[in-house]
């Protein structure tokens, strides 16, 4: 698996970490909701160590809204790169009703609104974005991505030892002592 690379996706985190955490999610997934945070706390608590890279699956039986989530979070990311793009994808994940839902209809909560709150200034932009064939292709390329490494439902989590390239993967809303115990062993197999 390639590692996390921040020329050409958001990280969160130090770009040139030991380690890197590897999500790929649906923005309609109830259990990528339960995970949350939870990588980021990870990051938070890594004195460096260990970044994070959230790639988006939106999966069809979740339909338009999944779609429309991950297509503006991408799009979030031109405008307001990476702080704007895990902002923004938190605070969906918070509102959600996930399983095709999408946000509830009060006042705020919109994709718009959340991509405002994340940093967006131009909303013409976002919406061309948001509809353009290079993020359909984006997300293609990200789902087939995900089929090569393996993934078969969301949220899927790589763990990545960037010293040595070895990988784990486990599925699920983990919590983050899971997280750090595939991050330990993965460390003390790369100092043999």
Request: with cysteine; charged share 20%.
């Amino acid at each position: 698996m390639a590692p996390v690379d921040a020329t050409r996706e958001p990280v969160y985190g130090q770009p040139a970490s030991d380690f890197s955490v590897i999500v790929w999610l649906d923005p309609e997934c109830p259990y990528c909701k339960m995970l949350g945070r939870t990588p980021e706390k990870v990051v938070d608590a890594s004195g460096g160590r260990v970044n994070l890279a959230v790639r988006l699956l939106p999966l069809p039986m979740h339909g338009r809204a999944a779609f429309v989530a991950a297509a503006t979070a991408i799009c979030v990311s031109r405008q307001a790169p990476a702080a704007g793009y895990y902002r923004f994808l938190d605070r969906y994940m918070e509102l959600t009703g996930t399983n095709g839902a999408g946000l509830p209809a009060t006042a705020g909560t919109s994709v718009e609104a959340l991509a405002r709150e994340a940093g967006v200034k131009d909303m013409a932009a976002l919406d061309t974005c948001v509809h353009s064939q290079d993020t359909i292709q984006l997300l293609g390329q990200e789902f087939n991505a995900a089929t090569a490494a393996g993934v078969t439902g969301t949220p899927a989590i790589v763990v990545r030892d960037n010293r040595t390239g070895a990988i784990a993967m486990t599925e699920g809303a983990i919590p983050a002592s899971e997280i750090n115990g595939v991050i330990r062993t993965l460390g003390a197999k790369g100092a043999d």
